[in-house]
């Protein structure tokens, strides 16, 4: 079965760059997205297709995807990202699989 | 404006199965493209995809939970129920439903992806 890690959490100072990580063999032949998710609250997509952004969702939001590695990247981080954040892929056998998820912690 | 709700009783014994439905509004199911999908997510734990039906019912199921799982959908309901069987605390969890993005994306890969979310139903599987 088609494995997505992901590192399990990341602090970072408001106003800083967050970089989110998720792995998985060849992920970069595959189509990745990413959700935000809130203490409480049901998931939000923030990133879609690797880069694309859904309306509503901030510039800083932004998502790259190469080699066994896809990226979010949270620009000019504020005390509103702290979350979980999940990647998803599409795969043939497993239809869809989740990440572990990564808790981001604005310190 | 697309709005999904799930449904369905929030506690059940070991053994029984569970129906749950998603009702949903600002689409329809009757046309091309459009699927609905359930997702769960254990207390404490990650997100794990469950079913998919699309506008044509074609399903799709989890590999791991198929043999319990049967997604149906009525379109004149705006509907779209999951029953699982032979329930047990492991499936403790909140269920939700959303709907499912699919197609091609770039470079021509499969896309599949969820937007919006349900707000997400929290089922208890004790005796």
């Given at each position: 079965s088609y494995v997505v890690t992901q590192t399990p959490s990341v602090s970072v100072?408001?106003?800083?760059?967050?970089?989110?990580?998720?792995?998985?063999?060849?992920?970069?032949?595959?189509?990745?997205?990413?959700?935000?998710?809130?203490?409480?609250?049901?998931?939000?997509?923030?990133?879609y297709d690797d880069s694309d952004r859904p309306s509503g969702i901030p510039e800083r939001f932004s998502g790259?995807?190469?080699g066994n590695t896809a990226t979010l990247t949270i620009s000019r981080v504020e005390?509103?990202?702290?979350?979980?954040?999940?990647?998803?892929?599409?795969?043939?056998?497993?239809?869809?699989?989740?990440g572990t998820g990564t808790k981001v912690t604005v310190v | 404006?697309?709005?999904?709700?799930?449904?369905?009783?929030?506690?059940?014994k070991p053994t029984q199965t569970l129906t749950l439905t998603c009702t949903f509004s600002g689409f329809s199911l009757s046309t091309s493209g459009m699927c609905v999908s359930w997702i769960r997510?254990?207390?404490?734990?990650a997100l794990e995809w469950l079913a998919r039906i699309d506008w044509d019912d074609d399903k799709k199921y989890s590999t791991?939970?198929?043999?319990?799982?049967?997604?149906?959908?009525?379109?004149?309901?705006?509907?779209?129920?999951?029953?699982?069987?032979?329930?047990?605390p492991v499936d403790t969890a909140t269920y939700y439903c959303?709907?499912?993005?699919?197609?091609s994306g770039k470079k021509n890969r499969r896309l599949n992806w969820f937007d919006p979310w349900g707000q997400g139903t929290l089922v208890t599987v004790s005796s």
């Amino acid at each position: 079965s088609y494995v997505v890690t992901q590192t399990p959490s990341v602090s970072v100072a408001p106003g800083q760059t967050a970089r989110l990580s998720c792995g998985g063999i060849n992920i970069e032949s595959k189509s990745v997205h990413w959700y935000q998710q809130k203490p409480g609250q049901a998931p939000v997509v923030v990133v879609y297709d690797d880069s694309d952004r859904p309306s509503g969702i901030p510039e800083r939001f932004s998502g790259s995807n190469s080699g066994n590695t896809a990226t979010l990247t949270i620009s000019r981080v504020e005390a509103g990202d702290e979350a979980d954040y999940y990647c998803q892929v599409w795969d043939p056998i497993e239809y869809n699989v989740f990440g572990t998820g990564t808790k981001v912690t604005v310190v | 404006q697309v709005t999904l709700r799930e449904s369905g009783p929030a506690l059940v014994k070991p053994t029984q199965t569970l129906t749950l439905t998603c009702t949903f509004s600002g689409f329809s199911l009757s046309t091309s493209g459009m699927c609905v999908s359930w997702i769960r997510q254990p207390p404490g734990k990650a997100l794990e995809w469950l079913a998919r039906i699309d506008w044509d019912d074609d399903k799709k199921y989890s590999t791991s939970l198929k043999t319990r799982l049967t997604i149906s959908k009525d379109t004149s309901k705006n509907q779209v129920v999951l029953r699982m069987t032979n329930m047990d605390p492991v499936d403790t969890a909140t269920y939700y439903c959303a709907r499912t993005h699919y197609g091609s994306g770039k470079k021509n890969r499969r896309l599949n992806w969820f937007d919006p979310w349900g707000q997400g139903t929290l089922v208890t599987v004790s005796s």
